[in-house]
């Protein structure tokens, strides 16, 4: 199944602002864009991708989208995870885009060859849930069609996502997806990403840029 990327961008300011006082807001901001860029880096290259689109009101985040050849939609408001995700999946829709995957751009460590098998076992009517390394959290969101169901992300959303699945009378599998498994957001998980990446600064390089320039949280 070919799909459209959508990744919903919060504006830098707000960004990570669960690190508390791990990271400066400058530290969090250049790391949020630079996630974002090896993130979309690693779409550009996903076979069965053929387009993405970042929903944000960040500027910085829309010139990195264009910078990548991606599409991007303003979301003046931030209007939150689940709501800039809709504004994504109704471009989809208005485009006659048969699937989406919906996808974070706090996963630097992100696989195209990964994603695109998991998206070669997206069949119409079904929805593929990809959990966070916590196993409860959502990491990534597959649909076929775009709006089998509508996204609600945020603490516990793996299981409330196949409980929407279940009422709407969609096909619903959790799929792990080891590289999409670590998203950014304690302090615990700014030091489980900075030992990846600085372990395998290839597979992140923006990343690993960003963190050298940042010492380990007290």
């Not at 969090?28 to 996630?35: E, F, G, I, Q, S």
């Not at 775009?146 to 599998?173: K, M, N």
């Not at 030992?195 to 395998?200: F, P």
Request: glycine content about 8%; aromatic content about 2%.
């Amino acid at each position: 199944m070919r799909a459209t990327a959508v990744l919903p961008v919060k504006r830098f300011a707000a960004a990570k602002e669960r690190l508390g006082d791990a990271l400066a807001p400058a530290e969090r901001a250049a790391l949020a864009l630079a996630m974002l860029a090896d993130v979309l880096a690693a779409l550009d290259r996903a076979e069965r991708l053929g387009r993405t689109i970042v929903v944000t009101g960040e500027p910085a985040a829309r010139a990195a989208a264009e910078e990548h050849g991606a599409e991007w939609i303003d979301d003046p408001d931030d209007s939150g995870h689940s709501a800039a995700a809709m504004i994504g999946v109704r471009a989809a829709l208005r485009s006659g885009e048969a699937a989406v995957a919906l996808l974070p751009g706090d996963c630097p460590l992100v696989d195209s060859a990964e994603l695109d098998r998991a998206l070669a076992d997206l069949a119409r009517g079904s929805a593929l849930v990809v959990p966070d390394r916590h196993g409860t959290g959502t990491n990534g969101l597959l649909l076929c069609p775009p709006d089998a169901i509508e996204p609600s992300f945020g603490p516990g959303s793996r299981d409330r996502h196949l409980d929407l699945a279940r009422r709407a009378g969609v096909e619903a599998r959790v799929m792990a997806l080891s590289s999409l498994a670590l998203d950014l957001d304690t302090p615990d998980d700014f030091r489980a990403l900075r030992e990846r990446v600085l372990a395998e600064p290839d597979r992140a390089p923006a990343t690993a840029d960003a963190l050298r320039g940042i010492g380990p949280p007290e």
